[in-house]
T-cell receptor, first 114, second 112 residues
Framework: EPEVTQTPSHQVTQMGQEVILRCVPI?????FYWYRQILGQKVEFLVS????????KSEIFDDQFSVERPDGSNFTLKIRSTKLEDSAMYFC????????????FGPGTRLLVL | KQEVTQIPAALSVPEGENLVLNCSFT??????LQWFRQDPGKGLTSLLL?????REQTSGRLNASLDKSSGRSTLYIAASQPGDSATYLC???????????FGTGTSLTVIP
């Protein structure tokens, strides 16, 4: 069964460094998402992406964050200058078509900022 | 803004017991509601998706109900097993369908 994959599974970085989290959505899906979950807290929406542009973003998704679909398969989240509070599990998700359909989530990347 | 609440926050039951997890949401204008399972340190596995036109959805030992007018959903797990131990999350989409609002989850422990 097709699944969303994410790399790396874990990343440790120093505060102020740039990180890129990678996702490969399910191949025939058109809508892509990033969420994050700070330890012990709710899963929070960051951004949605469709037709090569951001369709919606949350207050968390400030200028330090960017997303890109550099080719036909990858979907990336970049954090330009990481802060301690960016430490979290980051989930990528994709959906095939309409909002009535389910989102499929990847296994997540655990980011630790020191 | 949509607020999603789940009670109880934690639940511990002996194996074989039937149980109900609760989810409430403040804005009843939703397309659907989804229940997920999350194992410790892992991703989210979709369990059930209920469309706004449906009242129930079943998958194996799981049954989810949806009452839009009262802003509530329940997840019923029959004959619980130790392998059901996980955190269960409910989520509803925004009015645009572009984002999900998640509850804080119910952490379930099934004791052998």
């Amino acid at each position: 069964e097709p699944e969303v994959t994410q790399t790396p599974s874990h990343q440790v970085t120093q505060m102020g460094q740039e990180v890129i989290l990678r996702c490969v959505p399910i191949s025939n899906h058109l809508y892509f998402y990033w969420y994050r979950q700070i330890l012990g807290q709710k899963v929070e929406f960051l951004v949605s992406f469709y037709n090569n542009e951001i369709s919606e973003k949350s207050e968390i998704f400030d200028d330090q964050f960017s997303v890109e679909r550099p080719d036909g398969s990858n979907f990336t989240l970049k954090i330009r200058s990481t802060k301690l509070e960016d430490s979290a599990m980051y989930f990528c998700a994709s959906r095939r078509r309409e909002s009535q359909e389910t989102q499929y989530f990847g296994p997540g990347t655990r980011l630790l900022v020191l | 803004k949509q607020e999603v609440t789940q009670i109880p926050a934690a639940l511990s039951v002996p194996e074989g017991e039937n149980l109900v997890l609760n989810c409430s949401f403040t804005d009843s204008a939703i397309y659907n509601l989804q229940w997920f399972r999350q194992d410790p340190g892992k991703g989210l596995t979709s369990l059930l998706l209920i469309q706004s036109s449906q009242r129930e959805q079943t998958s194996g030992r799981l049954n989810a109900s949806l009452d839009k007018s009262s802003g509530r959903s329940t997840l019923y797990i029959a004959a619980s097993q130790p392998g059901d131990s996980a955190t269960y999350l409910c989520a509803v989409p925004s009015s645009t369908g572009n984002q999900f609002y998640f509850g804080t989850g119910t952490s379930l422990t099934v004791i052998p």
